[in-house]
T-cell receptor, first 116, second 109 residues
Framework: NAGVTQTPKFQVLKTGQSMTLQCAQDMNHNSMYWYRQDPGMGLRLIYYSASEGTTDKGEVPNGYNVSRLNKREFSLRLESAAPSQTSVYFC???????????????FGSGTRLTVV | QKEVEQNSGPLSVPEGAIASLNCTYSDRGSQSFFWYRQYSGKSPELIMFIYSNGDKEDGRFTAQLNKASQYVSLLIRDSQPSDSATYLCAVNNDYKLSFGAGTTVTVRA
């Protein structure tokens, strides 16, 4: 099925460990996004990639890095995990930064990350 | 001031009633407005978008937009237990969507 695929779905890390969250879309979308969702705070943008080859910081980028590997894939890396990074992470994509006006985002199924 | 604010809820309505959800936004340049539904433990799914002042209807859902008041709302008519979810208001600013914290709706059978 076409859509946005995220891996893993669940992960438990110890403080200080690193990991990479993977995201891939097969809709030929140009723009991709990483959000985190915490209770009572809604979805907050971590990083985004408006097009292949570009990445930019969002609202809460500290402690994260991203890589736009190609048009399909956009990964999020935690270099040294902290308990404050316990959250649900969503990857999303849109046709383009202009197409977003009519179509919004398509979301992946999310990664539930716990840092102990 | 948050970019997007929603009535915090939770909102409990009896089956068959109208659920009314409200959202205000701060950026007058915002162009498009979206409502997403999110079931517990699932990802958000798009249910409505609107970009012109007035009402837009899709089945039991009606979105209303008033750009002068920077206000967007969602009405759910004939509410069903399957409508029990968190509803996220999202506003398009240039390259991205900004989201409200969500309003949780429970439909009582």
């Amino acid at each position: 099925n076409a859509g946005v695929t995220q891996t893993p779905k669940f992960q438990v890390l110890k403080t200080g460990q690193s990991m990479t969250l993977q995201c891939a879309q097969d809709m030929n979308h140009n723009s991709m996004y990483w959000y985190r969702q915490d209770p009572g705070m809604g979805l907050r943008l971590i990083y985004y990639s408006a097009s292949e080859g570009t990445t930019d910081k969002g609202e809460v980028p500290n402690g994260y890095n991203v890589s736009r590997l190609n048009k399909r894939e956009f990964s999020l890396r935690l270099e040294s995990a902290a308990p404050s990074q316990t959250s649900v992470y969503f990857c999303a994509s849109s046709e383009s930064s202009t197409g977003i006006r009519r179509y919004g985002y398509t979301f992946g199924s999310g990664t539930r990350l716990t840092v102990v | 001031q948050k970019e997007v604010e929603q009535n915090s809820g939770p909102l409990s309505v009896p089956e068959g009633a109208i659920a009314s959800l409200n959202c205000t936004y701060s950026d007058r340049g915002s162009q498009s407005f979206f409502w997403y539904r999110q079931y517990s433990g699932k990802s958000p799914e798009l249910i409505m978008f609107i970009y012109s002042n007035g009402d837009k209807e899709d089945g039991r859902f009606t979105a209303q937009l008033n750009k002068a008041s920077q206000y967007v709302s969602l009405l759910i008519r004939d509410s069903q237990p399957s409508d029990s979810a968190t509803y996220l208001c999202a506003v398009n600013n240039d390259y991205k969507l900004s989201f409200g914290a969500g309003t949780t709706v429970t439909v009582r059978a």
